[in-house]
Each structure stands twice: as C-alpha cells, then as structure tokens.
C-alpha cells in the first residue's frame, strides 16, 4: 500500500474521532431537566403548558393530562438546555380549548378554543423531578414578581430573582390574609369531582370556586379579576375580589386546617417585612405544598357536595 493511502486513511480516522469528541461534548453542555406542572381551578385538562427562562426562551411545552387518566390534570415539561437547579423560570398556561372542574358547580366547564386567557407562575430554580403549580393565587404572585400575560417570552433577567419570587409571594399571601409563610407556588392536588379529597391548597381552591358562585361569577373570571385587583407596584386598585376570597377563606379556615386567615389588604400599597419575604423563601424553598387538618363544613352559599373543604 501507498504512503498516500495511510496518510488519507489516518485522516479519516482523526476526522471521525473529531466528530465523535464534539458530539460528545453538545451532549454533555445540552442538559435538560422533567419538571411536573399541576394548573388547577378546580383540575385543569387539555390545558397548553408553556416554561420559559429569564431571558423569554421557550424551554418545553406539554398539555395537561385528560380526566380519568393516572396523570389527570397534570403536565410533564422537559426543559431543554436548562441544568437542574438553573436560573427562574416562568410558567404559562394557556386556557384555550382546556376544561376545567367547576368545585363550586360540580360540573367540567369547557374554556372557548379562541380564548387568550393564561394562567401564570413562577419558580426561582426547577430541580429535576419538581412538582409546580399555577393556580389564581399563582397568577397574583406572578403579576407582583415583574410577570404579565403580555411580557412572557421576552427578557425579564432584571427582575426576576429568588428574593424577588419570595417578596411576590409574601405579598400575595398578605394581599389575601393568608399565613405568610403558605408556598403558593407548590403543586395541589386539586378537586376533580364532588368525591375528591383534595390537599389544603385544592381545599383553598375549592372555597375561591364557591366565593366566585357566589359573586356570580366562575374561577377562571375570578383568577383574572383577582391579578386586575392588584397592579405590578402592589398597590391595590380594588377590593371587591380580594374581600370576597378573604371572607370565605375566613369562614371556613378552622374546617379546612388553615392556620389563620387575616385582615386582608384593600387599600393601599402592600408592604412586607424583612422577616416575612425570609419566611415566604423558606416555604417556598422547601417545595412542599401547605398542609393543614380540619373536618369543619363552613358556610357559604356555594353549591357543590364536596367533602372536607368547608363547602
């Protein structure tokens, strides 16, 4: 054989070895991480999930699982090129064409497949495996953290940070006169139908439904209603919602295992402590959901049969 030949053929081999090395390192610098997104109302199905980072990047997008499957109302989302325990991301659901369980009716409500409404959260990290949710109280938080319906997808570095997230929270929480320290970022376990069981968040929920009913309205409205209630700076523009959410929670708080429901706040500019935005990071660090005991049936005027949340 030729010196040429061995020349080419060594040529082959170091460009394939080329090759390989560079794949293997895309590999290696394309992490992705499988978080669990639980949108919920009452449960939320068909529903569109979207996480984007901080600088407006689509990271995954999935649906929420169909009633009466294992994953029920639930979204698997495979944020590509995002490390676990990454920068804060920002969660949109997308309401069009999904249903959702009316607690307060005990009947699915279908969303009109032409719909712009979206639900929206916010995490300061996703680790591999998390569980998130974006429920009313969510979109609240996420409006007081810097994030709109109408600024997801573009650059917000600036203004979203952990201490950020948690300041957003502790306002939302005493914007409603909530314990502080409740994580309203964590997944429920929501009502799916008039025999659930749901976990105290989903109870909380359960109560804003009947709150809704009972102003004539539905959750979905009253989600938006409740982030229109409250501008980006915290200052309240309305109290109608809030007064209504806190007077139910108020009546059924012992029933459903809440700690304290307090005077909320209707007017003015909502402030928080030092001490608070501490105790809101370290609940919402931990990444458990509230928990609470009760057996209470309340009052109200709500309609639905389900059992332990106070209705």
Not at 5 to 18: D, E, H, I, M, Q
Not at 61 to 84: F, I
Not at 165 to 186: F, M, Q, S, Y
Not at 231 to 250: D, E, K, P
């Amino acid at each position: 054989m030729t010196a040429s030949f061995f020349t080419r053929r060594t040529a082959l081999v170091s460009a394939l070895a080329a090759v390989g090395f560079l794949s293997a390192c895309g590999s290696s610098d394309d992490p992705s991480t499988s978080i669990s997104i639980t949108p919920a109302l009452g449960a939320i199905y068909g529903a569109t999930v979207e996480a984007y980072d901080t600088n407006g990047r689509l990271l995954g997008s999935s649906t929420t699982a169909a009633k009466g499957t294992s994953t029920q109302g639930k979204a698997t989302l495979v944020l590509s090129n995002y490390a676990s325990g990454g920068n804060p991301i920002v969660i949109r659901v997308k309401m069009a064409g999904a249903t959702y369980y009316n607690e307060a009716t005990n009947a699915d409500v279908a969303v009109p497949s032409t719909s712009t409404d979206v639900l929206l959260s916010v995490a300061s990290s996703a680790t591999s495996g998390a569980t998130l949710g974006v429920t009313p109280l969510t979109h609240l938080a996420a409006q007081l953290a810097g994030v709109t319906p109408s600024n997801v997808g573009s650059a917000i570095t600036a203004s979203l940070t952990s201490t950020n997230i948690a300041t957003a929270v502790a306002k939302t929480n005493k914007i409603l006169g909530l314990p502080v320290d409740t994580n309203l970022l964590a997944a429920p376990t929501p009502a799916t139908s008039a025999t659930s069981t749901p976990d105290l968040m989903g109870k909380i929920l359960a109560n804003l439904a009947v709150a809704a009913n009972t102003a004539g309205s539905n959750p979905l409205a009253q989600a938006l209603a409740l982030a229109a209630s409250v501008n980006s700076s915290g200052a309240v523009t309305s109290a109608t919602v809030i007064t209504a959410i806190n007077t139910r929670l108020a009546a059924v708080a012992s029933g459903i295992g809440l700690s304290a429901v307090s005077t909320p706040v209707t007017t003015g500019t909502v402030t928080v402590t030092d001490t608070e935005i501490n105790a809101a990071k370290t609940a919402v660090s931990s990444g458990t959901a509230p928990t609470g005991t009760g057996t209470g049936t309340g009052t109200g005027t709500g309609t639905s049969s389900l059992s332990s949340t106070g209705i």
